[in-house]
C-alpha cells in the first residue's frame, strides 16, 4: 500500500468516527473542524456556523485558481449494518463505514494531499448537503469568492460528471368535507380522492415528458414520497396531504413544470408550496447551458480527468454553477454505495483519486 493511500486510510478512519449525520443536525464548530484545524497546517482557516448544523472551513494556501468542496455530513445509519457505522474497517479491496463513499473518502483524500504537496490549495468542507437545506453554499457564496472554477467531490467512480438533474420538492394540501362513505360522493367531498386523482393525473404528464433529453439524460423523474389523510374506511376524508419530488433536466424550465403540475387533478388544492429547489447542472438556459457544460469539459481535459456520463442525483454542484463557476462533480466511490448499510469505497479509486489530487497540486494547477 502507497504512503498516499495509507494517510488517506488513517484520515478517513478519524473521519468516519465522527458522528455527522444530518439528521439530526447537530453538527457545530468543534469536533470533526477541530480535526480538520489540526491536519491543515499553513493554511489560512476559516469556520462559518450558519446554523442548524450548517457549518463550513474554509482554507487556502497560496493562490489558488481552483476550490475542492466536499461535504461531511452523512445520512443516518439503519438497524442493517453489520457493525459499528462509526468504525472504519478495510478489507482487500474496500474501506467500510458510514460515508466512506458519500463522501468522507474524498474529504480524507483531500486532507492526505494537502499534507503531501505544498503548491497553491483551496477547500471548502460543508455539513448540510444530506439536509435539503444549502445554507453552506449559499452562504459561502455571498461572500464572493474568487475561484475560475470549483470541483465538487461526490461519488462519480473517478469520473468528471458535467451533467445532472435539478431536484425540486413540493408539499400539497387538499380539503374536502366529512361526511358518511355510504353516499354518491362529488370529486371535490374527499380529500384522499382529490389526491389520487391528481398523482393519476401527475403520472401521465410526467410520461409526456419522455421525449426531452439533454447531455444522456431522458425524460422527468417524479416520485410521490408520501399521501396522508383521512380517518377510516367509512368516513369521507377531509383532509390530505401529498409530497412529491420531480427531477427536471437543465433544458426543462423549473417554473414552468410547477405550474403546470399544480393545475392538474379535478380539484385544486388548497396548499402548493416548494419546499427546496436544486438548479440542474449545468444552470442557466439551453444556451448558457452547454456553454458552461463544454467550459467544465475543457477544464477536465485540462487536469486529466476522464469524463464519464451525466447523472440523474443532484449536487451542489448546481450551486456553483447558478453562481457563475465553472464546476463539475468529481469523487471516488459509487452511488450505488451511498446511504446503503454497510457502505463502502473501493481502495483502488481512492487510492487514484488522492493520486490525481497530489498531481494537480504538486504540478501548481490547482
Known amino acids: ?18 458522528d455527522t449525520r444530518n439528521p439530526p443536525r447537530a453538527i457545530g464548530t468543534g469536533g470533526i473542524f477541530d480535526y480538520l484545524r489540526t491536519q491543515l497546517p499553513g493554511f489560512a482557516v476559516s469556520v462559518t456556523d450558519y446554523g442548524a448544523g450548517a457549518v463550513t472551513l474554509h482554507a487556502v494556501r497560496g493562490q ?22 462509526h468504525v472504519l474497517r478495510i478489507g482487500d479491496d474496500r474501506a467500510i463505514g458510514l460515508g ?19 503548491g ?30 470549483v470541483i465538487v467531490a461526490e461519488p462519480t467512480r ?51 415528458q419522455a421525449h426531452e433529453r439533454f447531455g444522456g439524460l431522458t425524460g422527468l423523474r417524479f416520485n410521490i414520497g408520501r399521501v396522508e389523510g383521512g380517518i377510516k374506511a367509512n368516513v ?45 447542472l449545468p444552470a442557466g438556459d439551453t444556451a448558457t447551458a452547454e456553454s458552461r457544460r463544454l467550459a467544465a469539459r475543457d477544464l477536465a481535459d485540462e487536469l486529466g480527468i476522464p469524463v464519464g456520463n451525466a447523472v440523474d442525483f443532484w449536487t451542489e454542484a448546481a450551486l456553483f454553477s447558478a453562481a457563475g463557476f465553472t464546476a463539475f462533480v468529481y469523487g471516488p466511490g459509487d452511488i450505488a454505495q451511498a446511504h446503503s448499510a454497510d457502505e463502502w469505497v473501493a481502495l483502488g479509486q481512492l487510492e487514484h ?14
Open 64 to 85: 489558488p485558481r481552483l476550490l475542492f468542496n466536499v461535504h461531511l455530513d452523512t445520512v443516518p445509519d439503519s438497524p442493517a449494518w453489520s457493525a459499528d457505522p
Open 158 to 208: 473517478g469520473e468528471a460528471v458535467l451533467a445532472h438533474r435539478g431536484i425540486q420538492s413540493v408539499l400539497m394540501r387538499f380539503a374536502g368535507q366529512a361526511g358518511h362513505a355510504s353516499g354518491e360522493q362529488k370529486p371535490s367531498d374527499s380529500a384522499l380522492h382529490q389526491a389520487v386523482r391528481w398523482s393519476s393525473a401527475a403520472l401521465d404528464f410526467v410520461a409526456g
Open 236 to 280: 369521507i376524508a377531509p383532509a390530505a396531504e401529498l409530497r412529491f419530488g420531480f427531477r427536471p433536466l437543465p433544458t426543462m424550465d423549473p417554473d414552468g413544470l410547477l405550474a403546470s403540475l399544480a393545475g392538474l387533478g379535478e380539484v385544486p388544492p388548497v396548499h402548493f408550496e416548494e419546499t427546496f429547489r436544486g438548479a440542474s
Open 120 to 149: 497553491p490549495l483551496a477547500l471548502l468542507f460543508s455539513t448540510d448537503e444530506e439536509a435539503n437545506d444549502a445554507r453552506c453554499i449559499a452562504g459561502f457564496l455571498r461572500a464572493a469568492p474568487a475561484y475560475e472554477a
Open 353 to 366: 483519486y488522492a493520486q490525481t489530487l497530489d498531481r494537480i497540486v504538486s504540478s501548481g494547477n490547482a
Open 100 to 118: 466512506a463513499s458519500d463522501i468522507k473518502g474524498a474529504a480524507a483524500a483531500l486532507l492526505a494531499v494537502a499534507n503531501a504537496t505544498d
Open 1 to 18: 500500500m502507497n504512503p498516499l493511500l495509507q494517510a488517506t486510510l488513517r484520515h478517513l478512519q478519524a473521519l468516519v468516527a465522527f
